[in-house]
C-alpha cells in the first residue's frame, strides 16, 4: 500500500481520483511548517505540492521511504531537484495541463495593460466617467516579442495570428523549422529587444535566464515597449524594470509573477499606474485546475508502481509516450542486472552494456538504468530505481560503458552485459524479447532460451547422461515441480548449464542432495 501525503491544496478532481486507487492511502495536510513537513514526511511514499511547500534539502534528507515528488504545474523552482535525484527520488510535473489557460491569460494580461482594463473599471466604480483618460493602443500590427517558444508562447503565439501581431521569438534551442512551422521569425535577443513593441516572457528560470530583463537590456528595448510577464518572477529585475516604468522608457508592464511570493508590501511595482499586477493567476482556471490535480495523481501512482514516469524532470532517459515501448527491454534489462548478481564469481567491478539492433541508439541510457537497478537491487541496502542507479553503481566504485550498433544480428534487438569481476574473470549474459516476452538467450559460451522469472535452481554439472534424471528425481521427491528446464552446453561430453524454473522454492536441504550428485559442479537456487 503506498502512502502520500497532499501537502498543498488540490482541486477535489484529483482527491476523487486518489479514492479510486485500491492500492493508495492519503493524507491532506496543507500549511505544514518547515519543521513539521520534516518531521512526518518519513512515513510516505510520495508527496504532492503545488508552488507554497518547498521540498528543500532538509526535507529530503528527513524523507526516509520517499519516492516520488509530484508538482500540481509547471514550475519546479520549490524543489531542490539536485538533491532529490541524489536520493533516487522521481520529481515530476504537469506541463500540458495548464498550458491553454496560461496562454489565456497572457493574452489578457496584453490587452488589459493596452486598454486601461483594470483602472477605467476602479474610475466607473468610483462613480467617475473619464474616457480621455483611457486612451489605449492596439495590438493590430504590433509587434510581438516572445522570450522562449515552448508551449504556452506557441498557443500565445497562434492566438496573437488573429490580431494580426508580427511575431518573433528567442529561443537557443528551438529549430527554424519549428519557426517556419509557426510562420514566426526566429531572432537573437538583442533584435528582439530592439524591435518588439509587447515582449511575453515564457521561458523557465535557470542560471543563464534568471534577471534576463535588467536594467542593460531595458536600455536596448525600444522607448514604449510593453512587457508581460506570465512565466516567472525570476526573470525580471523588479527594481530596474520600475525606474523604466517610472521613467516611461518601459511604456506599461503587465506582472503575474513575482521574485518573492506573495510580494513585500513594498514592493517597487507597486502603486505604478502603467502596471498591472495580478496575484500569480495563470493556471487558475477551473478546467486548469481539475486536469493538473488529475494528472499529477495519476502519474504519482504510475511512477509508485513503475508502470510509467510521464513528465519525471530527472529521469536519465526521456520518458512519455514512447515509455510502453522502452518499458520491456528496461525490465528486460533489470532480470539480466539481477541475474548477473547472483552468478557472480566475485565482487563486479565493471559493467560492459552493449545493445544491437535497430532501436539500439534509443534504448542505450533505458537499458542501462534498468540494468544497474537489477544489479544494485542486491548489492545496495536502500531504496534503488533508474534515477538513483547511476549514481549508486559510482559510489560502489562500478564502471560502466555503453555502445550500440545498428548491426542486424538473429535477433532484433539483443541486450548484452558483460560484467567484469575484481579476482579478473567476466561473464557476459545476453537477452532479447520474443514475442514480447523477456527472454535470456546467452550466458558466456551457452546458448540457452531461459524464461528469467520466477524460482530458477541454475546448475553447472558435467555432460553425462542420467544428470537430469538423478535431479529430476530429488526435486519430485520433495513435491518441487519442474515448469521449464533449459539446458545449454558447449560441447559434449563436457560441461553442461541448466536453467530450471519451479513451481515452488525447495528447502535447502533439497539443494544439498542435487549439489552432492557426482556430476554436478554447482547448484544455486534464485528468485528473479
Not at 528527513?62 to 527520488?89: C, F, M, P, Q, S
Amino acid at each position: 500500500m503506498f502512502k502520500i501525503l497532499v501537502a498543498d491544496k488540490l482541486g477535489q478532481p484529483g482527491i476523487d481520483r486518489l479514492n479510486q486507487f485500491e492500492d493508495v492511502t492519503y493524507d491532506i495536510n496543507t500549511g505544514l511548517s518547515h519543521g513539521e513537513l520534516c518531521k512526518i514526511i518519513p512515513d510516505y511514499d510520495a508527496l504532492i505540492v503545488r508552488s507554497a511547500t518547498k521540498p528543500d534539502a532538509r526535507i529530503i534528507e528527513a524523507a526516509e521511504n520517499l519516492k516520488v515528488i509530484g508538482r500540481a504545474g509547471i514550475g519546479v523552482d520549490n524543489i531542490d531537484i539536485n538533491k532529490a535525484t541524489e536520493h533516487g527520488i522521481i520529481v515530476m510535473n504537469t506541463p500540458q495541463a495548464n498550458t491553454i489557460a496560461t496562454a489565456e491569460h497572457a493574452m489578457t494580461m496584453m490587452l488589459a495593460i493596452s486598454r486601461h482594463t483594470a483602472p477605467a473599471h476602479q474610475v466607473v466604480q468610483s462613480g467617475r466617467w473619464e474616457k480621455s483618460k483611457f486612451t489605449g493602443q492596439q495590438l493590430y500590427r504590433k509587434k510581438l516579442g516572445l522570450i522562449g517558444f515552448g508551449r504556452i508562447a506557441r498557443l500565445v503565439c497562434k492566438y496573437t495570428k488573429a490580431f494580426n501581431m508580427d511575431v518573433a521569438a528567442y529561443d537557443p534551442f528551438i529549430s527554424e523549422s519549428v519557426a517556419a512551422e509557426h510562420q514566426i521569425k526566429l531572432v537573437n535577443l538583442d533584435e528582439l529587444l530592439a524591435e518588439s513593441d509587447y515582449i511575453s516572457l515564457h521561458t523557465v528560470a535557470t542560471p543563464e535566464t534568471e534577471n534576463i530583463i535588467n536594467e542593460q537590456t531595458i536600455k536596448q528595448m525600444k522607448p514604449g515597449v510593453i512587457i508581460i510577464n506570465s512565466a516567472r518572477g525570476k526573470l525580471i529585475d523588479e527594481q530596474a524594470l520600475a525606474q523604466a516604468l517610472k521613467s516611461g522608457h518601459v511604456k506599461a508592464a503587465a506582472v503575474d509573477v513575482y521574485q518573492q511570493e506573495p510580494p513585500a508590501v513594498d514592493h517597487p511595482l507597486f502603486g505604478l499606474d502603467n502596471v498591472l499586477t495580478i496575484p500569480h493567476l495563470g493556471a487558475s482556471t477551473q478546467e486548469a485546475q481539475s486536469d493538473v490535480a488529475i494528472q499529477i495523481v495519476e502519474q504519482v501512482v504510475d511512477a509508485l508502481r513503475g508502470d510509467d514516469f510521464k513528465n519525471s524532470i530527472n529521469m536519465p532517459f526521456s520518458t512519455g509516450p514512447d515509455y510502453e515501448r522502452l518499458q520491456p527491454y528496461i525490465l528486460l534489462a533489470e532480470k539480466i542486472g539481477a541475474l548477473h548478481y547472483h552468478m557472480a564469481d566475485d565482487t563486479i567491478s565493471k559493467v560492459e552494456i552493449q545493445i544491437t539492433g535497430e532501436q539500439a541508439d534509443s534504448l542505450v541510457k533505458p537499458v542501462a538504468c534498468g540494468l544497474l537497478k537489477g544489479l544494485l537491487d542486491h548489492i545496495h541496502g536502500g531504496i534503488v530505481n533508474y534515477i538513483s542507479a547511476p549514481t549508486l553503481a559510482e559510489f560502489h566504485g562500478i564502471k560502466i560503458t555503453q555502445t550500440q550498433t545498428h548491426q542486424q544480428g538473429e535477433y532484433s534487438t539483443l541486450v548484452s552485459a558483460r560484467c567484469f569481476f575484481k579476482n579478473g574473470g567476466n561473464r557476459l549474459i545476453s537477452g532479447s524479447l520474443l514475442d514480447k516476452l523477456a527472454r535470456i538467450v546467452q550466458i558466456s559460451d551457452y546458448h540457452l532460451d531461459i524464461d528469467p522469472n520466477g524460482i530458477i535452481l541454475i546448475m553447472l554439472n558435467h555432460d553425462r547422461p542420467g544428470v537430469i534424471g538423478k535431479v529430476g528425481t530429488i526435486l519430485a521427491d520433495n513435491n518441487v515441480n519442474i515448469a521449464e528446464w533449459r539446458l545449454g552446453r558447449t560441447k559434449a561430453g563436457e560441461q553442461a548449464m541448466a536453467f530450471i524454473n519451479l513451481d515452488s522454492e525447495p528447502d535447502p536441504g533439497v539443494i544439498d542432495q542435487i549439489i552432492a550428485l557426482e556430476d554436478v559442479i554447482k547448484a544455486k537456487v534464485i528468485s528473479l
